[in-house]
Each structure stands twice: as C-alpha cells, then as structure tokens.
C-alpha cells in the first residue's frame, strides 16, 4: 500500500530556517499536503502542492516537490516559537482517503 | 461558526464495556473520517463515509464500527474496548472533492485499562 516517510524530529533556533522533508511511494498521488498540529489540537491544513508542480510559495512557507524521486520538502523561513508543532506529510491517494507520514515534531528554542 | 465536535474529549473506561464517540458537523459536509493517532504511527484512517448510509473501512477498521444515519452525524462504536485501543482519536468532515481542506476536531483522548 501506499507509505509516506517523515524524519521523526527538529530542532531549530528561533529565527533560523526549519526545512522538513517527507517521501512517499504512490507515483499517483494527485496533491501532497502539510498539516500543523500544536499540543491538544486537532490538525490544521497549512499548504498543499499539485503533483504538476515544483514549487509553491505561502509567505513563510515554501514547498518543494521533487517528483522523480517523489520527495515533498516544507522550508519555514524564519521560524519561530510558535512554529514549535507537529507536521504531517500527506498524500492524496484515491478518491477517498488522506495517507499521513507518522509526523515530524518541529522544537523551535529561543 | 464551522466546527466538527467530538465528545468526550477525555474517556478511561475498562476493558469490554462498550463505548460510543460521538462527531458532529455544522458544514453539511458529504465526507466524514475517524482517525487514530499513535505516537510514532502518525494518523490512520479507521473509517470514513463518502455520505449518509454510506461507510468504509480505512486502514485500521478491527475493533471498531462506525454509522452514518445523517449527514451531520458520524459515531464510533467500540462495542468491546480493549487496551490497544487506548489511543487520540480524531474526527474529521470535508467535502468529497476537497479532501484536504478537512475541518478536526478537537480529539478523544480514549484510555482503556
């Protein structure tokens, strides 16, 4: 069945460039989302990607998509203590359901 | 205000005695998901539901059965909990062709001893 990959944690410094990475396995994927997750909540959608492009831009947030070796990469510029989160890779696969990677824990220090 | 609603948020009950979760949406979505989260496993689907009457099995449905007898309303029937089942599980509604816009709830935080 279809996996998605995600190194488990992070640790930055406040003000430093956080870059999160995740790979998959099902060529077919249509989108590939990241999800934030903060202690007690549910998940929130951050930013997706078509599988037809490279690159996406969301003020902060910059994400990557290397298709060929079918790796999804998130780039927090700038980031910040409340950046300190989980992040969730996923795929869209089929019509009916997400596949979540297992979740990176981002630990942004002062 | 749009929100998915899960009672309880925090449950401990012992093994076998059956429990029901409840999730609630006001969006009118079609799509409805349960999911539970374990550390170092990330999220799995348990069920979803494309719309009213109908469900299906996501990747880890054993132990668990679902309803959908209306379209803002989605149970989670553990009809004899066991301690593997002490989990974060998350309730989740969309609508069918925007999967990843998915509104969360808050979570039940479900112990079964």
């Known amino acids: 069945g279809e996996d998605v990959e995600q190194s488990l944690f992070l640790s930055v410094r406040e003000g430093d460039s956080s870059v999160i990475n995740c790979t998959y396995t099902d060529s077919s994927s249509t989108y590939l989302y990241w999800y934030k997750q903060e202690p007690g909540a549910g998940l929130q959608l951050l930013t997706y990607i078509f599988s037809n492009m490279d690159m996406k831009q969301d003020q902060r947030l910059t994400v990557l998509l290397n298709k060929k070796d079918k790796h999804l990469s998130l780039r927090i510029a700038d980031t910040q203590t409340g950046d300190s989160a989980i992040y969730f890779c996923a795929e869209r696969s089929g019509y009916s359901t997400l596949t979540f990677g297992k979740g990176t824990m981002l630990l942004v220090s002062p | 205000e749009a929100q998915v609603t899960q009672n309880p948020r925090y449950l401990i009950t012992v093994t076998g005695k059956k429990l029901t979760v409840t999730c609630s949406q006001n969006?009118?979505?079609?799509?409805m998901s349960w999911y539970r989260q374990d550390p170092g496993l990330g999220l799995r689907q348990i069920y979803y539901?494309?719309?009213?009457?109908?469900?299906d099995k996501g990747d880890v449905p054993e132990g668990y059965k679902v309803s959908r007898k209306e379209k803002r309303n989605f149970p989670l029937i553990l009809e004899s909990p066991s301690p593997n089942q002490t989990s974060l599980y998350f309730c989740a509604s969309s609508t069918p062709m925007n999967l990843a816009e998915a509104f969360f709830g808050q979570g039940t935080r479900l112990t079964v001893v």
């Open positions: 969006m009118n979505h079609e799509y």
């Open positions: 539901s494309m719309n009213v009457e109908v469900t």
